[in-house]
């Protein structure tokens, strides 16, 4: 009787020790995790502005598309040439595309 009390004792004792290290990586572990969702918390807080910046001049594009493409009495080309600051275009001279089938 008195083997199975050594041999429960040192079970018990081993059993104690790996749930104490147990614990100690576990809180180490939710400790990295903690740091490491900070860590992407400040990150994306810089990329939203930067995003911010983005869809703002997006969003001023798409209304400037929006008001040309709804204007009907003003002549497009124009518009879309003025807002490139260049001159207008000439017009190219009518010309006609031939196909021509080629057979093997």
Known sequence: MGELVVIFSFILLIALIAFGMGG?????????????????????????????QKIETLEQRVRV?????????QDLALQIENLRGSTPPEIAPAYSIRHEETRA
């Open 24 to 52: 100690a990586i576990h809180k180490r572990d939710l400790a990295f995790k903690q740091r490491k969702l900070e860590l992407e918390a400040g990150k994306g807080s810089t990329i939203g502005s930067e995003a911010a």
């Open 65 to 73: 598309l929006e008001r040309l493409a709804t204007d009907r009495g």
